[in-house]
């Protein structure tokens, strides 16, 4: 009886080490560098955007431009016309141009700033959690800056669809890449 009884107890301790193991990233160490989400170009790419949080929902119009100087630009405004913020992107410096007065908060800023950055710019410390022909899930950071992107919809290689999540946050972000047009 009390060799069953250690027995069970070594098998749950045992059950309890692998569970509590963290998984593997299928990218390698965290500090390779992993390709940059979204390559902006010289014409206006343009994406549905809804933005959730808490209770809060915004949905609106997304618009990245890289300019001759190697600038990115993001603007996003509703469809009403509303602005929403304009930022620029050049190397990893990351300028507000322009915000709408409730997002102005800096730690909301720095957030949008590490998720710009994932999205357009070569990713350091960024992990690929699984990937397959059809979906890729990448996590950044720990804590309250943890991020996650889900990206789907592959066309030649770039993904229609971005879900950016902050789980402890409850804000997520969902970017629809919308038809160029042949002009």
């Known amino acids: 009886?009390?060799?069953?009884?250690?027995?069970?107890?070594?098998?749950f301790i045992l059950y309890?080490?692998?569970?509590?193991?963290?998984?593997k990233t299928i990218a390698g160490d965290?500090?390779?560098?992993?390709?940059?989400?979204?390559?902006?170009?010289?014409?206006?790419q343009k994406y549905n955007m809804q933005l959730d949080f808490m209770k809060h929902h915004f949905s609106g119009l997304l618009i990245v431009r890289k300019l001759p100087d190697n600038e990115i630009?993001?603007?996003?405004s509703t469809y009403f016309g509303l602005s929403l913020f304009d930022f620029s992107l050049r190397e990893n410096e990351f300028h507000v141009n322009s915000c709408i007065e409730p997002m102005k908060k800096k730690k909301i800023l720095l957030l949008l700033e590490t998720d710009f950055k994932n999205l357009f710019l070569s990713g350091k410390n960024i992990r690929i959690k699984k990937k397959s022909s059809t979906f890729e899930k990448r996590v950044t950071g720990?804590?309250?800056?943890?991020?996650?992107?889900?990206?789907?919809?592959?066309?030649?290689?770039?993904?229609?669809?971005?879900?950016?999540?902050?789980?402890w946050l409850r804000l997520s972000i969902?970017?629809?890449?919308?038809k160029e047009n042949p002009n």
């Not at 009886?1 to 070594?10: E, R, T």
């Not at 309890?16 to 998984?23: E, I, K, P, V």
């Not at 309250?144 to 789980?167: A, C, D, N, W």
């Open 73 to 76: 630009r993001i603007l996003a």
């Open 30 to 44: 965290a500090t390779s560098y992993v390709t940059p989400i979204i390559c902006a170009e010289e014409y206006s």
């Open 142 to 167: 720990r804590g309250f800056g943890k991020s996650v992107f889900y990206l789907s919809e592959f066309t030649s290689g770039h993904p229609k669809q971005i879900k950016i999540k902050h789980p």
């Open 16 to 23: 309890l080490f692998t569970s509590c193991s963290s998984s």
């Open 1 to 11: 009886m009390k060799q069953s009884f250690l027995f069970a107890n070594l098998i």
């Open 174 to 178: 969902q970017l629809d890449k919308l």
